[in-house]
């Protein structure tokens, strides 16, 4: 039986205004289960009750009924986040302290021992690409490089459980591919993500499991490549093929021969993300590198330019 790290049960949370009148029920009877090692990802559109149940697993608000449960621990109970990691969609560090500094505020928060405190900083700016820039206090900072410090500042405590509010937020192509990369590491040491995100084919790429909000209520929770799988149909990929119409011809006859229909014979294509990163790299790796037009005969003279 696989280990549960957070639950819920008929969690509910209702706003209310000055005058305890009752304004909007952003989260209505939420019953979920995330368990160990595995990537989470809770979706909804704006104002759906995303945030707020991050608030109510950090016990950060209470709930107007149902319980909430972290490591097995009632989530009030805010020792428990001594083993949490978060980052917040919104910035929240101090401008004026660099990297180093910001780290080493949030290691003492933990009451990590100064050698240990030091040595995991070093680590996280290595491992989240800011060495260069670990002298520079944070207001002269970019969008993508808060978020990386701000990524850093979350694995401080080294928690078991990190909590990513738009993760890949501000990040470049570049920038996304590196923290899904860093998200899928942190499953393979074991560790568990939950994220928010309203990118969803960083959510696609990276998560097991998702949950989806409207207005309050769940409407569908499950693994991504069950809730993708597109039954009524088939895929077939071949190599080494050329595409004729007598091979079009022949599929059709073995599809017809088992009582279905060929939809189309074609290449399939690779994602923007793949083609963007790899003439980046093609980019740095050859210099003068530029776009040439294809040529008359209708060949590509992509990336042919020194
Ligand atoms: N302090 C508050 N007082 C009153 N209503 C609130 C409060 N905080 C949130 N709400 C309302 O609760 C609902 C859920 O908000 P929540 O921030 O949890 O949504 P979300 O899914 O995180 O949205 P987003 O994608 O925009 O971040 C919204 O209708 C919001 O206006």
């Not at 993500?193 to 084919?201: A, I, Q």
Request: charged share 30%; glycine share 8%.
């Amino acid at each position: 039986m696989a280990d549960v790290v957070v639950e819920t049960r008929s969690l509910t949370k209702v706003y209310r205004d000055f005058w305890g009148r009752k304004k909007k029920t952003a989260l209505n009877a939420l019953d979920l289960k995330i368990y160990r090692g595995e990537i989470f990802g809770l979706l909804g559109p704006n104002g759906s009750g995303k945030t707020t149940t991050i608030k109510l697993l950090l016990g950060l608000l209470f709930p107007t009924s149902g319980d909430a449960f972290v490591f097995g621990e009632p989530a009030a109970k805010v020792e428990k986040n001594e083993r949490i990691g978060y980052l917040p969609e919104e910035s929240y560090l101090y401008r004026f302290l660099n990297a180093e500094e910001t780290l080493d505020f949030y290691g003492r928060l933990f009451h990590l021992d100064p050698e240990v405190r030091r040595k995991r900083a070093a680590e996280l700016i290595e491992i989240v690409g800011l060495s260069a820039d670990k002298k520079r206090i944070l207001k002269e900072y970019s969008k993508g490089m808060r978020q990386r410090i701000g990524l850093a500042q979350a694995l401080i405590n080294d928690p078991e459980l990190i909590i990513l509010d738009e993760p890949t937020s501000g990040l470049d192509p570049i920038g996304t591919r590196w923290m899904k990369d860093l998200i899928l590491d942190l499953k393979k040491k074991g560790k568990t993500v939950l994220m928010c995100s309203h990118r969803l084919d960083d959510v696609q790429d990276v998560c097991d499991r998702i949950a989806i909000l409207y207005n309050g209520d769940l409407q569908e929770v499950g693994e991504v490549s069950r809730l993708l799988a597109d039954a009524a149909r088939l895929e077939v990929r071949a190599r080494n093929v050329k595409e004729t119409p007598q091979l079009k011809a022949d599929l059709e006859e073995v599809f017809r021969k088992h009582g279905g229909t060929l939809e189309s014979v074609g290449h399939p294509t690779t994602t923007l993300e793949d083609l963007f990163l790899r003439i980046v790299e093609e980019s740095k790796a050859r210099p003068g590198r530029r776009y040439l037009p294809p040529v008359e005969n209708g060949t590509s003279g992509n990336g042919s330019g020194n």
